[in-house]
């Protein structure tokens, strides 16, 4: 009956091992990049291939190599320097995209693998491709107020360390004859944007950052949504954007001696099957969370897959070594018809799974 879900389940909890495992890099200690997103925005499928160069600098003390880049699809060619790069120098990363892949927007990814950084470095190329030329008015349909418009009001951030920041650009236009100043007033600290040039000029499009920086303001953890509101000329205009990341724990300072004496979560049974339920039904009940580490465990939040979940536990959840804590859940299945997997992610201090999930499976009648 279940089956399908049954092998998802097998599939998301793999997953997540395997990002356990590599949620650590020194990439900030052996190399920097001109930059790590390349944009080419709007083009058009007649324009032929796309190509880009990112340059890397070997910022370390000994000599390094790359010794492999791998792109997300056939599509994507990357080249790069294979000579050893010595302190200081630099090398670059060719990528180009072939642009066959039709009239859609696009975002590959490129995986770089280079000598003494612990974990591969994702950079990104991604664009948007026409069969013909577009009007600003029709690339840019979502409007705040009459003239400043945007392709889209959520942006998404992946995850951000603890105290650390992340940003991320977007094209905006500006729709009128006249320029126009393009001010925020956003709901938290942690939300920066900057647009530039500002005043944007008439008929013309501009490019906005928005970084999310975790040492400001208000402390958040797991998905964390951020608001900001906009004023063009001195006037407030409606409508907002929302930007959106997922927040995890910080374990870059952590020495040998901490990490021996970390916490360390087991979950005996990572899901439940509720099997066949009524559409409205609440479904409740709970699972086990064993502390087999060496110091507290902390859950700082649990974040659900789907709306109508409500964790019963206090957060945040302390659970001392050698412990066990029961996290009880209530589900309610009003919102959903059929096959429904649930899940829920939560968000610890063990560096070594700083993302446990649990799933919640059945049929909706």
């Known amino acids: 009956m279940l089956k399908r879900v049954s092998i998802l389940l097998v599939f998301?909890?793999?997953?997540?091992?395997?990002?356990?495992?590599?949620?650590?890099?020194?990439?900030?200690?052996?190399?920097?990049?001109?930059?790590?997103?390349?944009?080419?925005?709007?083009m058009l499928l007649t324009d032929g291939p796309k190509t880009c160069t990112f340059t890397m600098t070997n910022i370390s003390d000994s000599p390094i190599v790359i010794h492999n880049v791998v792109s997300s699809c056939g599509c994507t060619i990357p080249e790069w320097s294979k000579a050893p790069i010595p302190k200081g120098g630099k090398a670059t990363i060719k990528v180009t995209y072939l642009n066959d892949q039709g009239h859609y927007p696009f975002n590959k990814t490129i995986t770089v693998y280079v000598s003494s950084v612990t974990r591969p470095v994702v950079l990104r190329i991604r664009g948007d491709v026409h069969e013909k030329i577009l009007s600003l008015k029709e690339m840019y349909t979502c409007r705040i107020g009459s003239a400043f418009a945007l392709k889209t009001d959520e942006y998404t951030l992946g995850y951000i360390l603890q105290g650390a920041k992340k940003y991320d650009e977007a094209v905006v236009a500006n729709l009128s004859s006249s320029p126009i100043t393009v001010k925020t007033e956003a709901a938290s600290d942690a939300l920066e944007i900057e647009i530039t040039p500002n005043p944007i000029p008439a008929n013309s499009t501009a490019k906005m950052r928005y970084t999310?920086?975790?040492?400001?303001?208000?402390?958040?953890?797991?998905?964390?949504?951020y608001q900001t509101s906009f004023t063009v000329n001195g006037v407030k205009q409606t409508g907002t954007i929302t930007v959106e990341a997922n927040i995890n724990d910080n374990f870059d300072s952590y020495t040998k001696t901490m990490l021996a004496k970390a916490p360390l979560p087991f979950i005996e049974k990572a899901y439940y099957e509720f099997g066949q339920v009524k559409k409205g039904q609440k479904v409740e009940s709970s699972f086990l969370l064993k502390n087999s580490g060496k110091s507290d465990l902390v859950i700082h939040k649990i974040d659900s897959d789907k709306t109508g979940t409500v964790i019963d536990n206090k957060m945040p959840i302390v659970i001392k070594a050698g412990s066990t804590a029961s996290i009880k859940f209530r589900f309610d299945t009003s919102g959903y018809e059929g096959e429904v997997l649930n899940v829920l992610n939560l968000i610890t201090n063990a560096p070594t799974k700083p993302n446990i999930n649990f799933f919640i499976s059945g049929i909706i009648l």
């Open 12 to 42: 998301l909890l793999f997953t997540v091992v395997s990002y356990a495992q590599n949620n650590q890099s020194n990439e900030e200690q052996i190399v920097t990049f001109n930059e790590k997103i390349h944009d080419f925005g709007d």
């Open 212 to 225: 999310v920086n975790t040492a400001k303001g208000e402390k958040n953890w797991g998905r964390t949504a």
